[in-house]
C-alpha cells in the first residue's frame, strides 16, 4: 500500500518556487494544491555524447526562444504573480505611507539595481548558451578536448545560466518581503521568524547566484571585467542584509537548512 508522505509544514514559505529542482515537491502542500507536474530530466548518460551535445545546442536554442515569447521578447520583466505569494507582491506594489521605506531601503535598491543590470546582461549575451555549445563541439571535433571533458562543461554553463535568471527576479521581490519587518516591527514569533526565512532565501540565492557567476567566469576568463559590477552589487547587497538581519543565516528554514 502507498502511504503519502508527511508533508513539511509551512516549506513553501521559504522556498525559491523552482518547483522542478526541488526535491521536495511530494511534501509540499503548496505544490499539490497547484498540481504542478513535469520536474526537468536528466541528460541520459548513455549513447553518443556528441550527439547529446549536438541535441544539448538545440534545445538550448529552443529554451531560449520559448524564454523570449513568454516574457515578450522583455528580458527585464519582474516575477509573474505565479512565482511569488501574494505577500511579497503586496510588499512590492502597495503605495502607502509603510511600503515606501521599503522600496527606498538601501537593499531594494541594490537588488532593483541587480536586475536592471544582470537584465541587459542577459539580452546582450542572449546567444551564450548556443555559442558556448557550438564551442565545445568545434573543440570536441578538432581533438582539442574529448567528449567526456566536453560535456560537462556545457551542463555547468547552462546550469549556470538558469540560476543567474531565475534567481534575478526572485532577488528583488523577497528582499521587500523581508524588510517588511522593518516597516511592521512585531514580537509575534511566528512573523518574527517569517521575514527572518525570507532573509535567509535571499542570502541563499545570492549565495547560489554568486557560485553561477563565478562558473561564466571560470569557463570565459575574458568576461570578468564586464562581471564585476554585478558581482559588486551582490556582495554589498548581502552584507546589507546580514546586516539588517543578523540572525538569518542561523535560520532553519523548514525541510530546507
Not at 117 to 140: P, R, S, Y
Not at 147 to 169: F, G, N, S, V
Not at 201 to 213: P, T
Request: charged share 25%.
Amino acid at each position: 500500500m502507498n502511504v503519502q508522505p508527511d508533508l513539511i509544514a509551512g516549506i513553501y514559505n521559504y522556498c525559491d518556487t523552482w518547483c522542478e529542482r526541488c526535491l521536495f515537491t511530494a511534501r509540499c502542500r503548496s505544490f499539490q494544491i497547484q498540481s504542478e507536474t513535469g520536474l526537468a530530466k536528466t541528460m541520459d548518460a548513455g549513447g553518443n555524447l556528441v550527439q547529446q551535445l549536438t541535441d544539448a545546442l538545440t534545445l538550448t536554442k529552443q529554451y531560449i526562444d520559448n524564454l523570449t515569447r513568454a516574457q515578450g521578447n522583455d528580458v527585464l520583466n519582474a516575477p509573474t504573480e505565479e512565482q511569488t505569494q501574494t505577500l511579497e507582491q503586496k510588499a512590492v506594489q502597495r503605495e502607502d505611507t509603510a511600503a515606501r521605506p521599503i522600496r527606498q531601503h538601501s537593499a531594494t535598491m541594490l537588488a532593483n539595481d541587480y536586475l536592471r543590470q544582470t537584465g541587459i546582461w542577459m539580452k546582450e549575451e542572449k546567444d551564450f548558451l548556443e555559442q558556448a555549445g557550438q564551442q565545445q563541439l568545434h573543440e570536441v571535433e578538432l581533438g582539442l578536448r574529448t567528449q567526456e571533458e566536453a560535456m560537462p562543461t556545457l551542463h555547468a554553463l547552462k546550469d549556470a545560466w538558469e540560476m543567474i535568471r531565475w534567481y534575478r527576479t526572485l532577488i528583488p521581490v523577497k528582499t521587500q518581503s523581508a524588510l517588511r519587518a522593518l516597516a511592521e516591527p512585531t514580537e509575534n514569533m511566528r512573523l518574527v521568524n517569517y521575514h527572518l526565512g525570507k532573509a535567509k532565501l535571499v542570502l541563499v540565492s545570492i549565495d547560489r547566484s554568486l557560485l553561477a557567476w563565478q562558473t561564466v567566469m571560470q569557463h570565459y576568463p575574458e568576461k570578468t571585467d564586464a562581471l564585476l559590477d554585478l558581482l559588486s552589487l551582490l556582495s554589498r547587497l548581502r552584507r546589507e542584509l546580514e546586516t539588517v538581519f543578523p540572525d538569518a543565516r542561523a535560520f532553519q528554514r523548514p525541510g530546507l537548512d
